[in-house]
């Protein structure tokens, strides 16, 4: 099933399946224990992302291309960060551009396959990890470089905290359709231009492995997203380096999932 999460013409919030671009069949029920289709077909003030989170976690050089591209040692274990869910935002709503990237250009994209958490998950081996997962969803893990590598004192995630910073979307495709989450490919484009193709075969910990390191004595509750990793062509490692700009359009697509799509703007002046 794809799951989208919508606001109505009365700004209530559903889940429902899409029909077309301005409408949906609402879903009754509840997303952790259980939706049912109803006969209801609503139309769509706005598209929201397709899951509130309750954590964010993301995975950083999780594909060998893009960590050979960054010129980075393959990782023995994953590299985890966190953003925060203050960092979500919609499908089609704006990535801000913000304040504080004084010195440049230094936004940068990332598109990456997202989990998200069914049930809580706790010492899960990885033999029976994927049973946790609910299903996946498009994540752009927009990053501010210049934060990420000297804002923080080296840790990642002043630079991936940022309002905006974590579109998801377009849908939630539940696990049952995506029975392989290594089968998978994953594209960028920036402007209409490909700028990252890659394949989540390219990476370095599995989807299963993931979940297993993460939930080691450590409850994953419903409603954990796990941003996955990128895959190579990022902005900051290409000569000359290529960031966001105001007026730019970025989309992520993910093979069975769908395309999530953002517009760029530059945050309001605080004077």
């Given amino acids: 099933m794809k799951i989208a999460r919508f606001l109505d013409t009365h ?3 559903h889940y429902g399946i899409p029909i077309d671009a301005g409408h949906a069949r609402r879903l009754g029920g509840h997303l952790y224990e259980g939706l049912t289709e109803t006969a209801d077909e609503i139309a769509v003030a706005r598209w929201l992302a397709p899951i509130v989170p309750v954590n964010v976690y993301g995975i950083g050089l999780n594909y060998r291309a893009h ?4 010129g980075a040692a ?5 590299v985890v960060f966190m953003k925060p869910t203050t960092a979500i935002t919609d499908p089609g709503a704006p990535i801000i551009l913000p304040n504080a990237c004084e010195h440049g250009p230094e936004v940068d994209y990332e598109a990456e396959l997202a989990v998200v958490i069914g049930r809580t998950a706790h010492d899960v081996p990885v033999a029976s990890a994927l049973d946790y997962v609910l299903g996946y969803t498009c994540a752009n893990d927009i990053s501010a470089r210049r934060w990420q590598k000297e804002g923080g004192a080296g840790q990642w995630i002043r630079g991936k905290s940022f309002d905006s910073f974590c579109p998801l979307g377009p849908v939630l495709v539940t696990a049952d359709e995506i029975p392989d989450p290594q089968a998978l490919s994953v594209i960028c484009t920036l402007n209409g231009e490909r700028v990252q193709t890659g394949h989540t075969s390219d990476m370095i910990f599995t989807i299963a492995e993931l979940i297993a390191f993460l939930s080691r004595d450590t409850r994953l509750l419903p409603g954990t997203v796990i941003i996955t990793g990128t895959p190579p062509g990022v902005g900051f490692a290409r000569t000359p380096p290529l960031f966001l700009s105001a007026g730019d359009r970025v989309v992520v697509e993910i093979e069975t999932i769908g395309a999530l799509e953002n517009p760029v703007e530059q945050a309001r002046s605080l004077a």
């Fill in 67 to 70: 960590a050979e591209e960054t």
């Fill in 11 to 13: 700004c209530t919030v």
């Fill in 74 to 78: 393959i990782p023995a274990n994953p």
